[in-house]
């Protein structure tokens, strides 16, 4: 992992500062919106606590029946396509057992109470309601109450068709028979019915008969209960702007409502746009819960807030409209007395400086966050970027230093820098100088050591020859021979080393000419096959000449070292193979063997001055190996702007040496070039 890459990991860490602000924001919108729902609350226990003051009538408790306004003329024909608008509201008085096989819808008009029953029964017994049968058969028993009084009807028909139902029970106010249509089809049968006009009993009851069942439920009178215009009028003045009050009924049914949701309050240019609502509903509120049953006029309201306050505990909802982004708080309150529960308080208010306020917030808290992350990033990528920069001249000029043995072209980088870098390229810098000054000392070893050791040699020589001249008795002749050997072999060295610092010196004076490669390389591989002694010289050149501006001599004397060195780890029978390529840098020599691998850790070291692997020989009496011949090499391809190298074939059954060289440097003609 890169220190760039590291660095932009713990630019990112900031992130968690705008995460905050996020949570710090969502946090003080909630406080916003329980300290208004506390409020709305306490506005809507005031209005009930006015309400009852000003004698405004509660709702009644207990069951009820609901009066819906026809919004069309109404048919009694047993059919219901007139109450298309009325049937999702129909209220189910069925046996506890399975409530939904009464339903019965009831509507005025005027003056005029109209019922529709819709029973689901699959069987078929029913009589005329005249006929005593009619009591064991299908049919529907209404209960009208009025005052004192009280009346039931068999609704049920023998045929589908109109029927008249007459009453059971005395009483003035009611009437004596009702007149109705009845329909029927797979699933069951509907009784449609009016009653006349100014007739309005002040409770119900309804109860269906089935035929196939035992038991059967007495009908349970209920309150008439409709929308009370008077009440409307009289909550009027009571609601506070901007809100909507609604008296709920048991069951959720609206008796009154007044005052309206109005999100005039805020400028139109100040209303959120849709992204601001999104960025509201999503990153700030995501957890509006509100029904949306709530929204429209309806005659029932079926919200889990107006439930929850119908069973004697207030609740408040937040829900989002679609109207220039305002959300409604919505407080539900039970109305209570002595005598029980008479229904709820529903309290709206709609509100938009909120989601306003919130977004502004966070848009400015995202803005400055964003411009404080992106002045972060930026400055910790350009450090990054420096820091790495600078380390890599670092790691350059180490690298440089280390593939010439010590020595810099130049001051080493960041020396003069006063932080920890600086710090490390002045240790660099003192590791350099003393690796180049050892080298420095290796590299003169070789003179100094021939100096100093012609004088000892000398005196050893010719302290053997003096005693040669002397009588010596036989037994110490080996041994004046085994001095005599040593002598010779220590005179070899002495002379090796000093051709190596002859070498050196003619290398660093050697005169360029231009000069065609391939001919020099083929004219050494002739000469090199008359010394394989029995190995396969394998030969590759280019087809064409090879035009070369170097010296001729301390490239063949290069080649010559190498092909010295391959012949004495190539076994007898095995195979040399030189080859000359040309690409776009320049020339690359190559010559492989057959033989052992390289250790891997001499292949950096093998062209060092003074270091071989042919340490056996002088051991065993053979010609000495100072280790010098690898590094002429080296210093003929740095001679020719080039580099050696070597390594271990593919295969591992070899060794190929390598020279790549791009040619001497052209003098300029004032320089005296040729």
Known sequence: MSLRFKLLLVALSTLALPWAGWQFVRQVELLLRQGQEQALLASAGMLAKTVEARGIAWPPSGPVLYLQRASERIVVDGYADDWSGLRPYAQALGPSQDAQKLRVTLARDKDTLYLLAEVRDATRARFDPADARSALGDHVELLLVDGGESRRYRLTSAAPGAFDAPAEGDGERLPPHLSGMLQEDGSGYRIELRLPRGVMPERIGLAVRDSAQADATPPEPRRLIAYDDGAARSLQPLVPAHTRTRLVAADGWL????????????????APGGFANFVYRVLIAPGFGGSAALDGERPRLDASEVWQALSGVPATSWRAVDRGGAVVLTASIPLQSADGQHGALVLEQANRALPLLANRALVGLAGSTLVALAIALAILLAFGAS???????????????VRTSGRLDGPMPLADASDELGDLARSFAKLVDEVAAYTDYL?????KLSHELNTPL???????????????????????????????????IVRAMSEASRVE????????EDFDLRALVAGCADGYRALCDGRELRLELPPAPVPFHGAPDLVAQALDKLFDNACSFTPPGGWIALSLQVDATGAVVRLANQGPSLPAAMQERLFDSLVSMREGSTRSGGTPHLGLGLYVVRLVAELHQGRAGAANLADGGGVVFSIAMSGMVRRRLADGAV
């Open 255 to 270: 008796v009154a409502d007044a005052g309206r949701l109005d999100t005039a309050g805020v400028a139109a240019r100040d």
């Open 443 to 447: 590299r003169t070893l070789a003179s």
């Open 505 to 512: 010196r003619a290398i660093a004076s050697a005169e360029a």
């Open 458 to 492: 000398a005196i050893v020589k010719s302290s053997l020859d003096n005693l040669e001249h002397h009588d010596v008795p036989a037994a110490a002749r080996p041994y004046l021979a085994r001095a005599r050997d040593g002598a010779e072999r220590l005179g070899s």
């Open 387 to 401: 820091l790495s920069l600078r380390i890599r001249r670092l790691r350059n000029a180490a690298e440089r230093a």
